[in-house]
């Protein structure tokens, strides 16, 4: 099963008043494990970067305005492809993986923004996996915030001090794989991933007796009594029909 970790980040939240894209990231999984494979690229968005959006992921101070000169790390834009030049890659990384993301209908609503206005087929909202939807159901109440869910499973993001649309995504993969139970979450180590399914299982998975079966849990006093009150109900009791 291939799955697409992804991240996007934008000029703001809207892609009706004129939001776009600027940084895409994605890792890819199959059967649950990462395989090195990955997506990353900067988006020149045609249009200048506000303040706010500069301030949480610190991409492209040349399009604040007034421009700023880069620091030593920053990235810029201007000399970045446009979303066209990128979609076929994009789209051809994707595939018809199931993408999984972190409040998954912010990122959706922008790519299929950006696909639409090249008239390009829109990706379907089934095909997106909603890891902040998991989160909320596993541990209703508790935050649920990327940087919450690492602390909760323990794992390092300390080089997280912006978000980056790539180390996101290689976050969010960790933190995917503890939600829904670990790198191998069906126990199965040496399944062929052939025969697994979404969920995890394999079609030809059946169970298997026990080699001794389990000690009843009734004691002799309880099973007399209960056989006493079957015998007041009469022959027609579910009971005796069920023995």
């Known amino acids: 099963m291939r799955e697409i970790v992804l991240d996007t980040e934008t000029t703001g939240f809207e ?4 939001d776009r894209i600027v940084e895409i990231g994605a890792v890819e999984l199959m059967g649950h494990v990462p395989t090195g494979r990955t997506y990353h690229q900067y988006i020149n968005p045609q249009r200048s970067m506000p303040a706010e959006a500069f301030g949480v992921h610190g991409i492209g101070p040349d399009l604040l ?3 700023q000169e880069p620091k030593p ?3 810029t834009l201007r ?3 446009l979303f066209k030049d990128i979609a076929q890659d994009f789209v051809d990384f994707v595939g018809d993986a199931k993408l999984v993301i972190h409040n998954a209908a912010f990122d959706m609503k922008f790519l299929n923004a950006e696909l639409g206005w090249l008239n390009r087929p829109l990706l379907p909202m089934d095909q997106a996996v909603d890891t902040l939807a998991i989160a909320r159901r596993k541990f209703p109440g508790s ?3 990327l940087d919450a869910l690492c602390r909760r499973f323990g794992i390092d993001n300390s080089s997280r001090t912006l978000h980056g649309a790539l180390l996101d995504s290689e976050i969010l993969a960790e933190v995917y794989l503890e939600l829904i139970g670990g790198r191998q979450p069906d126990f199965a180590l040496a399944a062929d ?3 697994v399914t979404a969920g995890g299982v394999s079609d030809d998975w059946r169970p298997m007796p026990r080699s001794q079966p389990l000690p009843p849990k009734l004691t002799e006093e309880e099973a007399a ?8 109900l009469g022959d027609d009791a579910v009971w005796k029909k069920l023995a």
């Open 15 to 18: 892609p009706a008043e004129g």
């Open 65 to 67: 305005e007034p421009p």
């Open 73 to 75: 790390g920053q990235e």
């Open 79 to 81: 000399d970045k492809p």
């Open 143 to 145: 935050p649920a915030s």
């Open 193 to 195: 991933p052939r025969t």
């Open 225 to 232: 009594a209960h056989a006493a009150f079957v015998e007041k």
